[in-house]
């Protein structure tokens, strides 16, 4: 009878450990891409996609022995197709969409909250008092950029939109006087600004567009879609352990000293 028992005990001791040990793939090496132009949360810089994002969620997967490449020569829009088609795996910081959310499972802890911001040239003077300020004027975004499904209703029924493919391209036009806005994030765009040396002629409005939050995403195609439960522990665990003010100050300062 005690055989028995000791056998059953021994049967049983496997159950006891994460499934997920016996199934993540280790060998293979993930692939994750973000947006190219908001620093300090996420930037690429030499092909290679870095800050608050990546360095979040190359915390959370360290801890299951996953290999990760951040290596990036696509734009925000390729990446988010990519991600879409399973090619790229993770995205590291992205805002909320009822359409991206068919394509990509999203971490339940957000990376930082942002208040989006209405940068404008001097040389052009515009105001934001209320909304109906905005009606018909020309505002650039890149493509795949996102505001939330309410603001990005908003911005395509009652301005002019004009895409484009970079913040270069953007901050271009904006000095040139070819939009009369540019919405960045207030982190992100402040640094943008100043690393290119535009503080004098570019400025930010006071009344923020919107405000939303950065969280981190992985492609429903995706293998590691199927342990969205304990990466999401996982990443929570990591993110309560971390000062995420002095991680943002840390990557602004790494930002501004890597060359133009």
Not at 87 to 100: E, G, M, P, Q, W
């Amino acid at each position: 009878m005690m055989r028995i028992g000791i056998l059953c005990y021994l049967l049983l001791i496997p159950l006891s450990f994460p499934v997920y040990s016996a199934q993540l793939d280790t060998q293979r090496t993930y692939r994750a891409c973000g947006h190219p132009a908001y620093p300090p949360i996420s930037w690429v810089s030499n092909q290679t996609v870095t800050g608050v994002g990546p360095y979040l969620i190359g915390k959370t997967l360290s801890h299951f022995d996953i290999k990760i490449s951040f290596h990036q020569e696509s734009n925000w829009e390729r990446c988010l197709k990519e991600l879409e088609k399973g090619n790229i795996d993770v995205a590291v910081a992205l805002y909320k969409t009822k359409n991206r959310e068919r394509y990509y499972d999203y971490f339940s802890s957000p990376i930082v909250k942002e208040e989006i911001m209405l940068f404008y040239n001097t040389q052009f003077p515009q105001q934001f008092n209320s909304f109906d300020d905005l009606k018909n004027k020309k505002i650039g975004i890149l493509f795949g950029d996102s505001y939330g499904d309410q603001m990005d209703k908003w911005l395509s029924e009652n301005m002019k939109i004009e895409n484009v493919s970079n913040d270069i391209q953007n901050f271009g036009k904006l000095l040139r006087g070819r939009i009369d806005f540019m919405p960045l994030g207030r982190y992100g765009g402040t640094l943008q600004n100043k690393k290119l040396g535009h503080s004098d002629t570019i400025k930010v409005l006071d009344r923020p567009l919107a405000t939303d939050y950065w969280y981190m995403a992985i492609s429903k195609k995706s293998p590691l879609a199927e342990h969205m439960k304990e990466l999401d522990q996982e990443l929570t665990r990591v993110r309560s352990n971390i000062d995420i003010g002095e991680l943002m100050a840390t990557y602004s300062r790494q930002y501004i000293s890597q060359p133009r």
